[in-house]
C-alpha cells in the first residue's frame, strides 16, 4: 500500500482565497483524522471520520472550515476564505481501530501559506 | 479536558549516551500509550505503543508506564545523531478511540 495521500503537499495562497485539501486513507481504515500543527499549538485534532462519517468535528476552529468524506477513499478539507492565521501543516491519518491494532498513519502532509 | 504534557526541550545528549523522554498524563481512564517521531520537515510515525504497567523493549527503545503516577517514558539507548527529532507523546482514554497528543519533545543528539 502507498500510505495515506495527501495533495497538494504545498500551497500557497492570498488570503481571501478558497483552499482545498485532498487525503486518499490507507484503503481498508475506518478512520480518518485532519490534523493541523504548528509551532505555537502543536498537533491539533480538527476533525476525525467513522466510516465515511463525521464524527467530531469540535476541533474545526471556525465555519470558515469544513470537511467531507464522500466514500472511503476521499476526504477534503476546504477553507474559505482563508486567512494568514491559518499558515500551518495540515495532516491526514488514517487507522483501523481493533484488537492490538490503532496505530495512526500520517500522510507528509499538506504545507500551506496564506498570505 | 483531557491533557497530556511534555517538556519541549530541547534534550541534549552525546552519541551513544540514554535519552529519556517523559510524558504525563490527566486522564486516569487512560488505556493506551503511543509514542510517535517525527524528523523535521517529516509526518510523525509510531514507534512504541504500550498499555499495560512496566516496560516494554523494543530494539534500543524502551517504553516505560506508570499509570499510577500517570506517566509513560521513552528512553533510547545508545542514542544515535539519526535519533534527533521531535517525540510526540499520544494517549487514548478508555472512552474514546482517539488519542490526545502532547506538543512533543524535541531531542538532539550531538556527535
Known amino acids: 500500500d502507498a500510505g495515506v495521500i495527501q495533495s497538494p503537499r504545498h500551497e500557497v495562497t492570498e488570503m481571501g482565497q478558497e483552499v482545498t485539501l485532498r487525503c486518499k486513507p490507507i484503503?481498508?481504515?475506518?478512520?480518518l483524522f485532519w490534523y493541523r500543527q504548528t509551532m505555537m499549538r502543536g498537533l491539533e485534532l480538527l476533525i476525525y471520520f467513522n466510516n465515511n462519517v463525521p464524527i467530531d468535528d469540535s476541533g474545526m476552529p471556525e465555519d470558515r472550515f469544513s470537511a467531507k468524506m464522500p466514500n472511503a477513499s476521499f476526504s477534503t478539507l476546504k477553507i474559505q476564505p482563508s486567512e494568514p492565521r491559518d499558515s500551518a501543516v495540515y495532516f491526514c491519518a488514517s487507522s483501523v481501530v481493533g484488537f492490538a491494532e490503532e496505530t495512526q498513519y500520517f500522510g507528509p502532509g499538506t504545507r500551506l501559506l496564506v498570505l | 479536558q483531557k491533557e497530556v504534557e511534555q517538556n519541549s526541550g530541547p534534550l541534549s545528549v552525546p552519541e551513544g549516551a540514554i535519552a529519556s523522554l517523559n510524558c504525563t498524563y490527566s486522564d486516569r481512564g487512560s488505556q493506551s500509550f503511543f509514542w510517535y517521531r517525527q524528523y523535521s520537515g517529516k509526518s510523525p510515525e509510531l514507534i512504541m505503543s504500550i498499555y499495560s504497567n512496566g516496560d516494554k523493549e523494543d530494539g534500543r527503545f524502551t517504553a516505560q508506564l506508570n499509570k499510577a503516577s500517570q506517566y509513560v517514558s521513552l528512553l533510547i539507548r545508545d542514542s544515535q545523531p539519526s535519533d534527533s527529532a521531535t517525540y510526540l507523546c499520544?494517549?487514548?482514554?478508555?472512552?474514546?478511540?482517539?488519542?490526545?497528543f502532547g506538543r512533543g519533545t524535541s531531542l538532539i543528539v550531538h556527535p
Open positions: 484503503s481498508g481504515h475506518d478512520y
Open positions: 499520544a494517549v487514548r482514554s478508555g472512552g474514546s478511540y482517539i488519542p490526545t
